[in-house]
T-cell receptor, first 114, second 112 residues
Framework: SAVISQKPSRDICQRGTSLTIQCQVD?????MFWYRQQPGQSLTLIAT?????????ESGFVIDKFPISRPNLTFSTLTVSNMSPEDSSIYLC???????????FGSGTRLTVV | SQQGEEDPQALSIQEGENATMNCSYK?????LQWYRQNSGRGLVHLIL?????REKHSGRLRVTLDTSKKSSSLLITASRAADTASYFC????????????FGKGTRLSVIA
C-alpha cells in the first residue's frame, strides 16, 4: 500500500497567519483528498486534488481559504489561510489504493490557532 | 452531509470481551469501510466490505453489511488494551475514485 509522509505533524500558529501542509506519496496517484477533523468530530472532506487541474472543493470550503497545489502525481499541499481559532483542527491527506479498495491516510497535522 | 452514523458514541469494555459497533448510512453505496484512529492521529484502514457481500472476517475483526437496512456492524473479538481507539465507518459512493464519507465514530476504551 502507499506510504504518505505528511508535514508538519503539529503547529501552533497566530491568528491571521497561514500554514502550508505538505503530503508526499511514495507512488503516483491520480487523486489526493484533504480532510479536516475538528476536535472530537469526524472527518469532513475539504477538497479533491487532481494533478494538472484545479482542486474541487466541497460545500462550505473555498479556494481563497484553503488553496491547494498539486504539482505532480506524488505531492500536494494544503494552505490554511488567514487563520482563526475556529481553524484549529487535525488536517489529513488521503489517497485511494484503487477503486473499491481502502484509503491510506497521512499521519495528520494537528493545528492550533491562538 | 454525514453519511454514516455510528453507535454507540462511546464504549468501554474489559480486556478479553467482545466489542460491537454499529453504523447506519443513508444512500446507496459501492462499499463500506471501517477505520481506526489512535489519539487523533492518521486513520488506519481495517476492512472493506462490498455492497454484494454480507459478512467479512479479518483476524479478530468481523464485519457485517445489511444493504436492505443500510447498516453495518464491526465486531472485535477478544479485545486488547491496544484496541483502544476511535473507530469510524466510511462509505464509498457508487462511482469509482470518489472520496469517502465518514460517520461520527465510536470511541472504544478497553480496560486491562
Amino acid at each position: 500500500s502507499a506510504v504518505i509522509s505528511q508535514k508538519p505533524s503539529r503547529d501552533i500558529c497566530q491568528r491571521g497567519t497561514s500554514l502550508t501542509i505538505q503530503c508526499q506519496v511514495d507512488s503516483q496517484v491520480t487523486m489526493m483528498f484533504w480532510y479536516r477533523q475538528q476536535p472530537g468530530q469526524s472527518l469532513t472532506l475539504i477538497a479533491t486534488a487532481n494533478q494538472g487541474s484545479e482542486a474541487t472543493y466541497e460545500s462550505g470550503f473555498v479556494i481563497d481559504k484553503f488553496p491547494i497545489s498539486r504539482p505532480n502525481l506524488t505531492f500536494s499541499t494544503l494552505t490554511v489561510s488567514n487563520m482563526s481559532p475556529e481553524d484549529s483542527s487535525i488536517y489529513l491527506c488521503s489517497v485511494e489504493e484503487g477503486i473499491g479498495y481502502g484509503y491510506t491516510f497521512g499521519s495528520g497535522t494537528r493545528l492550533t490557532v491562538v | 452531509s454525514q453519511q454514516g452514523e455510528e453507535d454507540p458514541q462511546a464504549l468501554s469494555i474489559q480486556e478479553g470481551e467482545n466489542a460491537t459497533m454499529n453504523c447506519s448510512y443513508k444512500t446507496s453505496i459501492n462499499n463500506l469501510q471501517w477505520y481506526r484512529q489512535n489519539s487523533g492521529r492518521g486513520l488506519v484502514h481495517l476492512i472493506l466490505i462490498r455492497s454484494n457481500e454480507r459478512e467479512k472476517h479479518s483476524g479478530r475483526l468481523r464485519v457485517t453489511l445489511d444493504t436492505s437496512k443500510k447498516s453495518s456492524s464491526l465486531l472485535i473479538t477478544a479485545s486488547r488494551a491496544a484496541d483502544t481507539a476511535s473507530y469510524f465507518c466510511a462509505t464509498g459512493r457508487l462511482s469509482g475514485n470518489t472520496p469517502l464519507v465518514f460517520g461520527k465514530g465510536t470511541r472504544l476504551s478497553v480496560i486491562a
